[in-house]
């Protein structure tokens, strides 16, 4: 280690970004990184056991691993380091292009420090950028903007990779899927539930990969629950029941197929309560198919993870730890986690009238399913001007008094209301077996983002994921019991401010990193991140050479699509720009794609394409 | 008999307003075969139409589909427009009216192109040709919507052919009469009236207690059996009306199809509805019918096309107001009463006078001499604008059964305003013609066929603004004119043309103004109460 070098690389690094150089400092003083010498003398970063370069030559490896990619700098491409490791990979890059051109991204900030502590200011030059010790979503965020309108290259250092895998893979694969959203993005089929609290996440995550630049169609299975009811009403033999019950999953499963082969869809996901067989999972990876669960649901509660996981490519879930074992155990390989979020557009703060706000509004509130815990919980917050709203409360008893529209199913549009009209929404995680807060929660229910992006203001019961989600005293508060949630109740109720203040917090937090875009461009980056040769089929924007093939060289459009061969990708709007500016009679497959283009145009205008 | 290809993909209201214009193609002299080619959800509408001999769907909601699918679907969208193209490659018509104003229509008009087309096209390097000259003034009214005096259904006529015939062509079964007189209890003695109380916009929509104290009015007063007509959307609506007005309303909503909700009005006495599809059904079964015209709503556009109706509209200085438009204070639900409709059936029923209202126009439709509709009764702000314009323009673009020259409504102060202004303007316009006429020559030397000679006249417009029909008729022609100009100053040196020999017809016509009045057959647009 040279005070030296880390003195002159931090202040490179400082002047640029004052905030990263203190972080940098810090870590540099409280620095573990063991470091061991390499043969030829050049230190080496280890971490959990694992040298981050080779400890013969790192150099030469480094230039052997360039080697290996085989790029041909055009002079003008930005390039996207992913792990700094101690940088050996990154002077083979820096032979070749400017510093200014590249822009370096780790994820540990010791490592980082330590990096900038052994290596020489000839290593890190002026000129590069740093993203060091960011979340993978701020990260995206940070490269995004670099990039917008810059052509880029992202090389990821193994080393790196295989020590973070859901950082440096992720990020890379959601990299390669923005990429491709820019070419016209992955089909996506996504398998609705038939009915359940999941089902209003569908649209959100239909928007979601919409806006992202794909295209995702929803399966909706939501039509067939007159059916299912009819099934469970029409005997009472379980025998009988379980027979239909299956045979109706199995055309529902069966459905999925027909859909996603006839539609060339790039990914299947499913969500909680979709039905799924593992006959029609083979039949999907047959075709080339991946296919994802997003499993929302408590595993303890619902095991039905356990006959289902092991069949799909990609499982995420939103429990860690303990769930993720389980999974592997059965064999499911790599389970994600991946929390719920919001959808922006649909829950947002909104400007009530006095009407609604007499109508929504109360000093205490909460919407959600009469849980066991929350009975017992609510019963001792009948003082207050408390507001309940949902379903399934009966037999409630003194509940009843506080229960708005006899316990009726409440819209999306209504919950958006309340949310906003209420002072303090009480958020209180759902259980069957404790009274009150559930002492071993972990994950975070919808509520919980689709609160914070209303910019309503939050009392949660405590979780054990909140603090990685929201800081909690700043952007929500918690409560582990009745009378903590009572005290904090009386505070927030005299001091609207802090309540004002913690819930825009919140909104912000929640715009920032938890909406489902974020969450839908983690997934497909996973997805990506593990199958390096995953680029939509179809879903990607044709050449005139597929356009050719798939038509048949004899036919019309064949001949059309002659004169754009060697062109690349190519959007309808492409295609008919050029005809329209020939010269000539129209042939009849000219005349056609022009009359696509102004059916396109029409919906683009619409808002309906 | 030659064929005609007639494009209707329209929504329901639409498609009925083009059912005159395709009885003219079918009835006039050198009449045609039609195939009219409609969205697949209006089949059934459209074969009411006695005169179509064969419907060709259109299935926008497939090619929707494969276009939200995927951006770049051009093998899939050229297979599903397949048998579209086939189907009139089959039929082989000889000319095709474009009956459908989208720019969709225009460009699928230009995709046969040895069949000759009236109405929009839009061809490659997006040459528009809008013939004939009356689809022009059809694209022109974006602008000057405000001075037009001219029905749609007359527009459509004008644009299809060139001679107009009797309309009855709406084919009702026996079967559909047997429906009816199943689902509608007889209630002998008692008026049959239709309602349907649903409009296309929220803000045209006539408030629902307006519409339930009218239907208890009418059941109450005039002792009716109401029939509720509309969409499964107004199921609810209706439902509140008959609850509390009693079992004399019949509550059909959501419960027709196209054909049986013409049996439905068919059977009634008489229509009352808001500017809508089930109006104009009304008015082409031959109802008496009463419009209501709300908002962006205008009864010069879209009257129903009938001698037995009446149009209500507010009379205020926002009516009718832009269709893109958002209102906070739709002030013209509240001006039009239920008293007002009821005293409009009255009219109809009775023939009693109809009596002015404040801050309501109140009127009958007509038919003219020349056999286009236009409305009398009690005028309202504009309305001498619209009429000046609308002889005008019959004026210029003459037809069969015209009168000739500004008929004796279009008062005498807008004619000498006029005559004092048109002197000034065409002065002025000469001057602007010889000015870049300066330049042509040089220009064309160059090579240079672009448009650099109507810069001139566009910033004489709003000096001129009385004049915008002329204007806005003159930017079209700059840009789509007929099909024998090629170039952009070709198509400008025609639009200034026209333009200059419109401005001396009716520069002639007003001369002329008060020779042509004392000719005139008697023909009252306006009936005693404008004139006290």
């Known amino acids: 280690m040279d005070s030296n070098y880390f003195e002159k690389n931090l202040k490179r690094v400082a002047d640029q970004d004052p905030a990263l150089g203190d972080k940098l400092l810090k870590a540099y003083q409280s620095s573990s990184i063991e470091v061991k010498t390499a043969r030829n003398g050049s230190p080496v970063p280890v971490i959990q056991g694992k040298a981050l370069h080779s400890t013969y030559e790192p150099a030469a490896e480094a230039e052997k691993w360039f080697a290996s990619l085989g790029i041909e700098d055009d002079g003008k491409s930005l390039y996207i380091v992913a792990g700094m490791g101690f940088g050996y990979h990154l002077e083979q890059l820096l032979k070749r292009v400017p510093a200014e051109r590249v822009v370096v991204i780790e994820k540990d900030v010791s490592l980082a420090a330590a990096a900038l502590s052994h290596r020489s200011p000839d290593t890190f030059q002026a000129g590069l950028r740093f993203i060091i010790g960011e979340n993978l979503t701020s990260t995206l965020q940070q490269i995004n903007d670099l990039t917008e309108s810059t052509k880029f290259h992202c090389l990821v250092h193994p080393a790196s990779a295989d020590l973070f895998p859901e950082y440096y893979i992720t990020l890379s694969g959601q990299l390669r899927t923005r990429q491709a959203a820019k070419r016209g993005g992955y089909k996506i089929l996504l398998v609705s539930p038939i009915y359940g609290g999941t089902l209003p996440m569908t649209t959100y995550i239909q928007n979601a990969f919409n806006n992202l630049g794909h295209r995702c169609e929803i399966l909706d299975n939501s039509v067939f629950r007159g059916g299912l009811d009819l099934i469970n009403g029409l005997t009472s033999s379980k025998q009988h029941a379980a027979s239909l019950n299956a045979g109706l999953t199995t055309l529902l499963a069966e459905m999925v197929t027909a859909r996603a082969l006839d539609l060339r869809a790039d990914l299947v996901l499913w969500i909680a309560q979709s039905p799924a067989t593992p006959e029609v999972l083979q039949e999907l990876k047959k075709a080339d198919i991946q296919t994802a669960f997003w499993f929302v649901e408590d595993y303890q509660l619902l095991p039905y993870w356990q006959s289902i996981a092991l069949h799909f490519d990609h499982f995420f879930i939103i429990q860690k730890g303990e769930f993720e074992q389980k999974l592997m155990e059965i064999g499911c390989r790599q389970p994600h986690y991946l929390p719920v979020a919001a959808d922006p557009h649909v829950h947002l703060p909104l400007n009530l009238s006095p009407e609604e706000l007499s109508e929504f509004g109360s000093d205490l509130s909460h919407v959600g399913a009469g849980y066991f815990n929350r009975r017992d919980f609510f019963t001792g917050l009948l003082d207050y001007d408390f507001k309940l709203w949902g379903s399934d409360w009966e037999k409630s008893g003194v509940l009843n008094r506080i229960l708005q529209r006899a316990g009726a199913r409440i819209s999306t549009e209504d919950t958006v209301k309340i949310f906003n009209a209420t002072k303090i929404n009480v958020n209180l995680h759902s259980s069957t077996f404790h009274s009150g807060v559930n002492p071993f929660g972990d994950f975070l229910n919808p509520r919980t983002f689709e609160l914070a992006a209303c910019g309503a203001f939050q009392l949660v019961d405590q979780r054990k994921y909140l603090a990685d989600n929201y800081d909690i005293g700043s952007e929500v508060d918690t409560f582990s019991s009745l009378q903590e949630f009572r005290d904090k109740a009386a505070h927030y109720l005299e001091n609207p401010q802090e309540r004002i203040e913690m819930a825009e917090a919140a909104r912000a937090r929640t715009l920032k990193e938890h909406t489902y875009e974020h969450r839908m461009s983690e997934l497909l980056g996973v997805i990506a991140g593990r199958c390096p040769q995953w680029e939509p089929k179809s879903g990607g924007l044709p050449t005139a050479e597929d356009l050719i093939t798939e038509a048949g060289v004899e036919s019309e459009l064949a001949q059309v699509m002659q004169q754009f061969v060697g062109r690349g990708p190519l959007t309808l709007e492409d295609i008919a720009a050029d005809l329209e500016k020939g010269e000539g009679q129209l042939k009849r497959t000219e005349a056609m794609i022009l009359l696509l283009n102004e059916f396109r145009r029409w919906g683009v205008e619409k808002g309906v394409v | ?532």
């Open chain 2, 1 to 532: 008999m030659a064929k005609a290809l007639v494009i209707a993909l329209a929504r329901f209201g639409d498609l009925l307003q083009s059912f005159p214009a395709i009885s003219d193609l079918h009835r006039t002299s050198g009449g045609h075969e039609i195939a009219l080619l409609v969205p697949d959800d209006l089949v059934s509408l459209a074969k009411l139409h006695r005169c179509v001999d064969e419907i060709i769907p259109f299935d926008g909601d497939e090619l929707l589909h494969i276009m939200r699918l995927d951006q770049a679907a051009v093998q899939q969208g050229v297979a599903s427009l397949v048998p579209l193209f086939e189907a009139i490659e089959t039929y082989q018509p000889d000319v095709i009216v474009n009956l459908t104003h989208t720019r969709f229509s225009g460009v699928l008009a230009a995709s046969f192109p040895d069949i000759p087309v009236r109405g929009r096209l839009i061809q490659r390097n997006d040459d528009e040709i809008l013939e004939p000259h009356w689809t022009r003034y059809f694209f022109s009214l974006l602008e000057s919507r405000s001075c037009n005096g001219f029905n749609l259904v007359d527009l459509n006529r004008k644009i299809a052919s060139d001679q107009c015939s009797a309309f009855e062509d709406i084919d009702i079964s026996a079967d559909h009469q047997r429906h009816v007189a199943e689902i509608i209890p007889a209630a002998a003695q008692r008026i049959r009236i239709a309602v349907a109380m649903g409009a296309n916009h929220p803000l045209r929509q006539w408030p629902v207690p307006s519409w339930k104290e009218t239907i208890r009015l009418l059941a109450s007063e005039m002792s009716a059996q109401v029939v509720l007509v509309g969409t499964k959307s107004e199921i609810a609506d209706a439902q509140s009306i008959s609850d509390v007005v009693g079992n004399v309303v019949v509550n059909l909503c959501g419960q027709t199809d196209p054909a049986q909700l013409a049996a439905v009005i068919d059977s009634c006495d008489i229509f009352i509805g808001q500017d809508s599809g089930p109006l104009h059904l009304a008015a082409l079964l031959g109802k008496p019918c009463v419009g209501l015209y709300l908002a962006m709503a205008s009864a010069w556009d879209t009257a129903p096309y009938t001698s037995h109706g009446v149009t209500i509209e507010p009379d205020l200085d926002c009516h009718p107001c832009s269709e893109s438009g958002s209102c906070n204070n739709p002030i013209c639900h509240a001006v039009v009463t239920p008293e007002i409709v009821l005293h409009s059936i009255r009219h109809l029923l009775t023939e009693a006078n109809l009596q002015p209202v404040a801050d309501v126009s109140i009127k009958n439709t007509v038919f003219d001499p020349s056999g286009c509709l236009t409305l009398a009764g009690q005028p309202k702000k504009g309305d001498q604008l619209r009429l000046f314009w609308r002889t005008a323009l019959q004026g210029l673009f003459p037809s069969t059964g015209t009168v000739p020259g500004f008929n004796k409504n279009v008062n005498a102060e807008i004619i000498s305003q006029y005559r004092d202004n048109i002197t000034i303007l065409e002065k002025k316009l000469l001057e602007a013609v010889q000015q870049s006429m300066g330049r042509l020559q040089e220009q064309l030397d160059r090579g240079d066929y672009q448009d650099t000679l109507s810069s001139e006249i566009f910033s004489l417009a709003d000096e001129f603004s009385s004049f915008r029909p002329l204007f806005d008729l003159y930017r079209i022609e700059c840009f789509n004119s007929s099909a024998e100009y090629f170039s952009p100053i070709e198509k400008a040196l025609a639009a200034q043309e026209n333009l200059l020999q419109r401005l001396t017809r009716i520069q002639r016509l007003l001369i002329n103004y008060t020779a042509i009045r004392d000719n005139q057959p008697e023909f009252a647009l306006y009936n005693d109460a404008i004139n006290a």
